[in-house]
């Protein structure tokens, strides 16, 4: 991205969600060369991809909206942005080879990203299942921690706090 300033190529990225509508990415961007700050908006990617919800409603997919549930889940876990992206990118690999039709039901997609962190990280893991399956109480969480016999002491002791 340009910088508006120094018209230099390239900038880093600082800082990047999406708008309320979910339409676009606005991204804080600084200039590598003269560290100018500058914000741009950019489209949001639309793929010929339908999400049906579980009331049967059908809403476009956006990658941006997978990401940040994803980023959500890694929150204080060591991975990178990049490593995440790079995560969030081959789950939507998986996610395109199981549509039909250019569709994909919600749930389907759930059940790929909890697959795919259950094998990656633990606790990643835990965030989003306890989100998105809505644990109830305590033994949900025993449940979904026994997948990890390893990890069973420390999830535990984070959960209690
Ligand atoms: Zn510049």
Redesign the pocket.
Known sequence: MQ?P??K?KNSKVLESRTTQEDHAIRRRRE?L??H?RFSTYEQVEILDLSVIKRDGRREPYYFEKLYNGIVKAFEKRPDTEKDIRRFAESIERDIHKKAKGGEVKSSEIGAIVIKRLKRKDPVAYLRFASVYLQFQDIKDFEEAINVFPNYKIQNKKTINN
Request: glycine share 0%.
């Open positions: 910088c300033r120094c230099h200039c060369s003269c100018f």
